[in-house]
């Protein structure tokens, strides 16, 4: 009796990957009426067809579809059964993909990065910058294994601890009007240029959000995703920035930062991962490592 098996699953994702039966036996290197075997035999099994065969190129059916995201969670729970297995046994390796936004202080993260890897010297780190919506789609995608973003999240699909809660900062110019001052109503920015981060980092929209209900919009000068460019702008006198306090303080001596008394503005720093997806030990290792520390 015919059964399913990884060997299927494969070549059907092979196809899938590579648009087209042909592409995807010659990177597996196996014959193409094998691979057609193969997916008719998955077929008639299912009783179902996986692709549309009335168009040029491959497309997906809606069973297809279901069939191909069960197939990738299948093959990548396969692909670390191994690692996983020597994990348990002491012998430790793989590596972690970590997303992470470029708005925050990575030198304690590295340090903890650092005492992790003396404790497991097989484990490796792949750090990927962007903003928190991204991090959350890449997450979905299974292209990381944690993200560290604004929380909350967007969706109901991750879990998530908070491990920094911080106070917003205004980040002026040491010859700006302002930077005198010990605190400022964020309704005095109304008039000033802001220099503000892309719209798929949240921080923007929590500063957006805020002067709106201070009864103004910003007026935005530029958008960047790289708190280094915003430095340069503001030692350039060409606007004011808001900026959680660890990375203000990283800032050079030409600019000086401002407490914002009303309203007070925070923002919380969390890991997050996906809810039902399967986690691999040495990812769980990491999360313990990580919590308790903070902890």
Known sequence: MFQIDIKHMRYFAAIVKHGSMTEASNQLYISQPTISKAIHDVETELGMQLFDRNRKKFVLTDAGKVFYDQCEEILRRHSELSNDLKNMVGMRQGQIKIGLPPIMDVGRLMGIVKDFHAMYPQITFQLIESGSGTIETRLRQDEIDIGITVLPTEGDDFDS???????????????????????????????????????????????????????????????????????????????????????????????????????????????????????????????????????
């Open 161 to 295: 601890f908070n491990f920094l809660t911080e106070s917003l900062k205004l980040v002026v110019h040491r010859d700006h009007p302002l930077a005198g001052e010990a605190s400022i109503d964020l309704k005095a920015l109304k008039d000033e240029h802001f220099v503000m981060f892309n719209e798929d980092f949240y921080l923007n929209e929590i500063i957006t959000s805020a002067c709106k209900n201070a009864g103004f919009t910003p007026k935005v000068i530029s958008k960047t995703a790289q708190w280094h460019f915003i430095e340069e702008m503001i030692n350039a006198e060409l606007g004011i920035c808001i900026l959680p306090d660890s990375v203000a303080a990283l800032l050079k001596s030409s600019s000086v930062t401002v407490d914002i008394h009303e309203p007070v503005l925070k923002w919380r720093l969390g890991v997050i991962w996906n809810r039902d997806r399967y986690m691999n030990f040495i990812t769980k290792e990491w999360m313990k490592f990580f919590q308790q520390y903070y902890e």
